[in-house]
């Protein structure tokens, strides 16, 4: 009697070839495939993204009031314009002082809180908060006086504003 042969079995469906292309590898679950490259991290992070651009557009608004004065100031026959009011420069730099040392306060509480000093964290916090309360009520109360002097974006170009 002759031995009957019979074929090897086939292999699964989904490891079959058809002839060039390997079959897909199964998944093992895991996520780990090494052909994929690991997720980029962008080259700047949004909030620093946002700030700059935050900071771009406050250069380009100052320079151009800067730039706008300049252009009046060199214009003008005599500076300041005559009956208008003077603006007070003595309170000025004592209220720029005033908020110099309200961004030192807030850098020092900053420091405070990275070193986990709590008390010294809110002794910084309420001395920056004072300063700019007391630097906001300098503005308002100088604002007060110069627009009752008659001083206002319509009343000439001192004002920021051209009757031409």
């Known amino acids: 009697m002759t031995p009957v042969l019979e074929a090897p079995p086939r292999p699964p469906r989904s490891s079959r070839t058809n002839g060039t292309i390997p079959p897909p590898l199964r998944p093992t679950g ?52 005559l ?44 001395l920056a908060a004072g300063l700019g309360c007391l630097f906001l009520a300098v503005q308002g109360f100088e604002w007060f006086r110069l627009i009752s002097f008659g001083l206002t974006a319509s009343s000439g170009v001192y004002g920021g504003r051209s009757t031409r």
Request: aromatic share 8%; glycine share 10%; hydrophobic share 50%.
């Open 30 to 81: 895991g996520g780990d495939d090494e052909d994929r490259d690991p997720p980029r991290r962008p080259l700047l992070d949004n909030a620093v993204l946002a700030t700059m651009f935050v900071i771009g557009g406050e250069v380009m608004l100052f320079g151009g009031l800067v730039f706008s004065f300049l252009i009046i100031r060199v214009a003008a026959p005599v500076w300041p314009p």
């Open 83 to 126: 009956l208008e009011p003077r603006l007070p420069v003595g309170v000025t730099a004592a209220n720029t002082v005033v908020l110099l040392w309200s961004t030192r306060a807030m850098i020092v509480a900053g420091r405070a809180r990275a070193r986990g000093d709590r008390r010294r964290f809110v002794r910084g916090l309420a």
